[in-house]
C-alpha cells in the first residue's frame, strides 16, 4: 500500500469523489470483506459489491485474499493507498499553466506550480514504485511572521539572492555533467500568508480585499 496515490485518470477521479466511495477508501486502509464493510457504513452489502466493483476497476482498491466460507467465496479487498490526491492531469483541458504566467509575486503563478508540483510527483512516485527504489526528493516547511510588509518584501528579494547564489554555485548543465549521469531536478520556493486558525471557507469579496489590506 502507498501512502498517497495520486490519481491521473479522469474516470478514475471521478469515482474516488463519490461520497460513499470515499468512505469506502477511507474504512479499506485496513483489508475487508463487503460484509464487513456494510456493517461499517450502514449500506446493503449488495450496494456495497457495486461501489466496490467501480473502485477495484479504476485501480482503487485491490484483492488481498479469497476466503472460503461454506460455499461462498469471500473477497477481503484493501486501498491501494492511504491517501489520495486527484492530480491536475485528471482535468488536463483545464489545468494551470505555469507558461502562462511570469509574475514570481502572483499567487496565480504560485498555484499553477504547485498544479505542477503534483502532476509531476505524482509521475515520478509512480514510477519509483514500479522501479522499487526510493525517490530523491527534498522539502522545507515552515512559518514565519513579519512585523510589517516592507519587512516581508526584504525577505523575500534576500531569499531569491541567496538561492540563485546556491543554484549558481551548483547547477552544472554541461554535457560532461549530463553524459556522467547528472539529473535535473526541480526547485521550488514559495511564500504566501497562513490561513487563519479556523478559517473553513473563503470570506467574501469585499471582506477578503479588507484582510488583505490589514495583511500589508
Not at 14 to 28: H, M, N, V
Not at 159 to 181: E, I, N, P, R, S
Not at 182 to 189: D, E, I, M, S
Request: proline fraction near 4%.
Amino acid at each position: 500500500m502507498l501512502d498517497i496515490e495520486v490519481i491521473e485518470d479522469p474516470a478514475a477521479a471521478e469515482a474516488s469523489l463519490d461520497p460513499i466511495r470515499t468512505r469506502i477508501l477511507q474504512e479499506l486502509v485496513e483489508p475487508a470483506s463487503a460484509t464487513q464493510l456494510a456493517a461499517k457504513v450502514g449500506l446493503p452489502r449488495q450496494k456495497v459489491n457495486y461501489h466496490l466493483k467501480a473502485l477495484e476497476r479504476h485501480g482503487l482498491v485491490e484483492l488481498v485474499e479469497e476466503r472460503r466460507k461454506g460455499n461462498v467465496t469471500e473477497r477481503v479487498l484493501r486501498s491501494t493507498a492511504a491517501s489520495y490526491l486527484i492530480s491536475p492531469v485528471a482535468l488536463a483541458s483545464v489545468a494551470p499553466d505555469p507558461r502562462r504566467f511570469s509574475d514570481r509575486f502572483s499567487a496565480f503563478w504560485l498555484l499553477s506550480l504547485a498544479s505542477r508540483t503534483v502532476q509531476e510527483m505524482g509521475k515520478l512516485i509512480a514510477g519509483a514504485a514500479v522501479a522499487k527504489k526510493k525517490l530523491a526528493s527534498f522539502a522545507i516547511d515552515g512559518e514565519i511572521t513579519f512585523r510589517s510588509a516592507t519587512e516581508r518584501a526584504a525577505f523575500a528579494e534576500e531569499l531569491g539572492v541567496a538561492v540563485t547564489q546556491l543554484v549558481d554555485k551548483y547547477h552544472d548543465g554541461g554535457a560532461a555533467a549530463v553524459a556522467g549521469g547528472g539529473r535535473k531536478h526541480r526547485l521550488v520556493v514559495v511564500l504566501h500568508p497562513a490561513l487563519k486558525t479556523g478559517a473553513l471557507k473563503a470570506p467574501s469579496t469585499q471582506h477578503s480585499a479588507e484582510k488583505d489590506q490589514s495583511n500589508d
